[in-house]
């Protein structure tokens, strides 16, 4: 069983960035498909970017194309997520999922998450 964590957030003003990054355990990392989704106080968990096994496939929330990407580098077993142009709105939990069949939008396994807040 995977296990993840994420690592890079924190406090940031509008117009900042940052660069999220998510360690996986498991050697096999090339084997899972991974996804970021964030969850904001009182609102539901939504999927924010995914990636394919191999890198080849991305996909975005509409709120953040053009502004975050995602990639990953499976030799560290690492998937990233870098945000650009962050907002106020863009302040949630973030967390990171794998899943060794399904994307873009289920997952089985979960991080804890880390806490992401853009200042106005």
């Known amino acids: 069983q995977v296990q993840l964590v994420e690592s890079g957030g924190g406090l940031v003003q509008a117009g900042g960035s940052l660069r999220l990054s998510c360690a996986a355990s498991?050697?096999?990392?090339?084997?899972?498909?991974m996804g970021w989704f964030r969850q904001a106080p009182g609102k539901a968990r939504d999927f924010v970017a995914a990636?394919?096994?191999?890198?080849?496939?991305?996909h975005y929330a509409d709120s953040v194309k053009g502004r975050f990407t995602i990639s990953r580098d499976n030799a560290k077993n690492t998937v990233y997520l870098q945000m650009n142009s962050l907002q106020p709105e863009d302040t949630a939990v973030y967390y990171c999922?794998?899943?060794?069949?399904?994307?873009?939008?289920?997952?089985?396994?979960w991080g804890q998450g880390i806490q992401v807040t853009v200042s106005s």
């Open positions: 999922a794998a899943d060794p069949y399904r994307w873009p939008y289920a997952y089985d396994y």
């Open positions: 498991e050697r096999t990392f090339g084997r899972y498909n």
């Open positions: 990636i394919s096994r191999s890198g080849g496939s991305t």
